[in-house]
């Protein structure tokens, strides 16, 4: 089975005229892959991190995009030898070369899910490890870090990207509640399904 580790935990704060945020960043690891899972914009905390593992940017071989926005993509091409899974029309990317994936190009253990709302184009993950099903949800779900982490299918998307679609957002969430024991957000701490819900 995988494995999981959340190397930086996501934070979103608003500013007067912008926001100061980085997204969730995981490192799965299979028999025979490492992945990240959106590398987000902190520079300084995703390295770190990776030495923390005694992991180099060459040490990955995959990196795993949700979707567009600069706060999980920007230090994507860290990871000088890495194919990369994009939210793109469902296309890798390994250098110039644009390549189709299937769902489970990861692994058998790693499930590529669609789960439009938040953006049109928006890809999630479910991941079999031995403590459970974990769902690496992007920003399907996720908190400002002025909120109390409780959830609720309909809570509000702060970010209202021109695309999004709140209908679509919570059959993603819905999919990804039926679909996973953990829930691992893109902003904010990964909680146990059945936890911290609203009536």
């Known amino acids: 089975m995988a494995?999981?580790?959340?190397?930086?935990?996501?934070y979103?704060?608003?500013l007067d005229k912008?926001?100061?945020?980085?997204?969730?960043?995981?490192?799965?690891?299979?028999?025979?892959?490492?992945?990240?899972?959106d590398p987000g914009c902190n520079r300084e905390a995703l390295l770190s991190a990776l030495g923390e593992e005694n992991l180099e940017t060459a040490d990955i071989d995959y990196v795993f995009l949700?979707?567009?926005?600069?706060?999980?993509?920007?230090?994507?091409?860290l990871f000088e030898k890495a194919t990369y899974i994009t939210f793109d029309a469902d296309l890798m990317y390994e250098k110039d070369v644009m390549l189709e994936f299937d769902a489970n190009i990861l692994g058998d253990d790693i499930e590529i899910v669609h789960t439009p709302g938040h953006v049109a184009e928006h890809l999630s993950l479910i991941v079999r490890t031995p403590q459970g099903k974990v769902a690496v949800a992007g920003d399907v779900i996720w908190w400002l870090d002025t909120e109390e982490q409780r959830f609720d299918l309909h809570q509000k998307d702060h970010l209202q990207s021109t695309d999004m679609d709140m209908k679509a957002l919570v059959e993603s969430?819905?999919?990804?509640?039926?679909?996973?024991d953990y829930i691992i957000p893109g902003h904010g701490k990964m909680f146990k399904v059945g936890d911290n819900f609203c009536p």
């Open 66 to 77: 949700s979707h567009r926005h600069p706060d999980h993509m920007l230090l994507a091409g």
């Open 12 to 14: 979103a704060r608003p």
């Open 173 to 180: 969430r819905k999919t990804l509640l039926k679909n996973a």
């Open 3 to 10: 494995k999981i580790k959340v190397l930086v935990e996501g």
């Open 18 to 37: 912008g926001w100061k945020a980085s997204s969730t960043v995981c490192l799965i690891t299979t028999e025979d892959k490492k992945i990240i899972t």
